[in-house]
């Protein structure tokens, strides 16, 4: 199973931002995709996740009602639609997968991608 993030950048305060990944290898033997965050200094932390074959999601507190994964299963693409972006959102984003429902550990999931690096300026 191969990871690839796009969508990554510089954005102002309030601003908005797409990451994108992108599966490829056997990835029907994992369901649930998520997007995890770590910024210089603290732990990697869950953002949001998403079970590809039902739909269901989580959020972390800190971004819900800003941020919306989603997925794409015939392009095998899972989204992460970042609004009202702040500067403590500011971290390195990382697309992963596995097979533990909706799990916010990331000893939980089995493939990772590099991450893009995400910079919210004041």
């Known amino acids: 199973v191969r990871l690839v993030e796009s969508g990554g950048g510089l954005v102002q305060a309030g601003g908005s931002l797409r990451l994108s990944c992108e599966g490829s290898?056997?990835?029907?033997?994992?369901?649930?995709t998520a997007w995890f965050r770590q910024a210089p200094g603290k732990e990697r932390e869950l953002a949001a996740a998403?079970?590809?074959?039902?739909?269901?999601?989580t959020y972390a507190d800190s971004v819900k009602d800003r941020f919306t994964i989603s997925r794409d299963n015939a392009k095998d693409m899972v989204y992460l639609q970042m609004n009202s972006l702040k500067p403590w959102d500011t971290a390195v984003y990382y697309c992963?997968?596995?097979?533990?429902?909706?799990?916010?550990?990331?000893?939980?999931?089995?493939?990772w991608g590099p991450g893009p690096q995400v910079t919210v300026s004041s």
């Open positions: 290898g056997r990835t029907f033997n994992t369901y649930v």
């Open positions: 998403i079970n590809r074959v039902i739909g269901t999601t």
């Open positions: 992963a997968t596995g097979q533990t429902e909706l799990s916010n550990s990331p000893s939980s999931y089995d493939y």
